[in-house]
């Protein structure tokens, strides 16, 4: 397959994404708003193609698991949910995360909590970005603002999660996974062979050829002492991928006055705020974060140095308002403009908002 | 005659398995899991199948079954074993994957993976190790545990009315279209041992030709958790537990 121009939505864009990368397999179960990720992998059929595997599970725990099999036989595995799927996935996240497994799960928010709605939301943050399940570990975070983003980040965080041996996720919301853009899929490129995979992933459980010891995936560590050292070396994976990963983008902060930090799709209509902001003479900017987790702290930093005020836009009661005050230490004021349970604000509320934090602002 | 003279290459007659290696197991004496592993390690060499086989360890006793059998192994979240085997399976058809689960891990918390694996008719073997209580925990009540059994959460035996009845989830197993082969063994004497081999064979055979899903559950001792002897509990086991869970084939629908 070559490179090729469609116009989709971004959950159809994650499965045609993760068959042109050549994933393995694909593991998942049905929940809004995210089912055209199965629906699609499963009209598509790449097990006729490429041979990638794709199963409807009998439930998320059991998809996740799924993905710890095949992660630990070193195949490119994948599953993905919405929030209230996702609390499922997050023992077998934590498996994945101890077992040193590379393996993308893609969670497109939903607002909850509970059963909460079906409409967008970006209320996991703290779940995502703070580990999740039990025990000390972090997910490399990818938040898509596009349909573009959604195709991209697959690769992206295949790529990664293999580079680091760890969980990726892309912590996507309602409106990125349903909303149809145009999107530029990526040309085909084939699956590993299991000789690649041997080379490649020499801790892959593969069967034991009698040339090597037995390769065994295991999380269960009873000597505490060892069960430390495996800890301090999950740690210095984290801080190789903070000082190596972090990835964010600028919109009109060289001469900004004010900040805006927002991710996903609340971060682009910030952008049509902050073009009306301009209008009106308000020099605001944006900074939006594309790696949630290892957040972009110094960048955020560095321009709290020379703006007066920033303002975090999110879809829940303000989560990553508590990593952008870590990052501006108390320099300038650091306010909120949220909305909860799968309402999305218009730019002008955005702006209201920031006006009213901000009276000075407007010179 | 001397003992040089009977100790010689030519009159050897049994061998530990090359797949079983020299750790010393944790196992408590009388347990049957050591017993089920070495056969595990027996049939694997004896088919040739060392290069192939994934193992797919569960939470609970035999969690380090990785351990002493030296193949390649998966240690799998409670009770989540059989859903790990069908991604490994799925992903390497040429592969012969099994788990190795106790009562809680797959009749208690994993009652869900097991019976959709099963009704995929995933083609692995599951090796159930029945023995009516959580052993690694400290002797609680398993969901096979016996009507009247003492354990440690059913101090003054198991009351139906309060915890249901005892699970015979194998005969369950027996209904799903997706099993090709369920059995009820035990490896308390030296014939029953002969048989559960045999039927570990099958299991693993009908994995490599893609029948469906195998089940092989082994009646098992705890005589730890039972608070018996070796010998008692073999006995007891023999008494009460294959009353309920009578021994041999339940459901055999491959061609020998």
Redesign the interface.
Known sequence: MEEEVRLMKGNEAIAHAAIRYGA??Y?GYPITPQSEILETLEAEMPWETTGM?V?Q???E???I??????A??G?A?FTSSSSPGISLKQ??IS?IAAGELPALIINVMRGGPGLGTIHPSQSDYFQATKGGGHGDYHLIVLAPSTVQEMADFVGLGFDLAFKYRTPAMILADGIVGQMMEKVVLPPARPRRT?EQIAEQCPWA??????TR????????ELDSAMMEKHNERYQQTYRLIEQNEVRYDEYMTSDAEYLIVAFGSIARICQKSIEDARSRGIKVGLIRPITLWPFPTEAIRQLSRRVKGVMVVELNAGQMIEDVRIAVEGRVPVCHFGRMGGIVPNPQEVLDSFIADFPDSRH | MTPQDIIRPENKVYARPALLNENNMHYCPGCSHGVVHKLIAEVLEEMGLADKAIGIAPVGCAVFAYNYVDIDWIEAAHGRAPAVATAVKRLDPTRMVFTYQGDGDLAAIGTCEAIHAANRAENIAIIFINNGIYGMTGGQMAPTTLEGMKTSTTPYGRRVELNGYPLAITNLMTQLDGTCYVTRQAVHTPAAVRKTKAAIRQAFSNSMDGSGTSVVEVVSTCASGWKMTPVQANKWMEENMFAKYPLGDLKNTVQQ
Request: proline share 8%; aromatic share 8%; with cysteine.
């Open positions: 393995d397999g593991f595997v199963l599970a009998e439930s725990v059991a998809a698991n799924m993905v710890y099999g095949g630990a036989c195949k595995v023992e077998g498996y299991p459980v593969t069967g034991r050829p009698a010891r037995p390769n065994v995936i295991t999380t269960l």
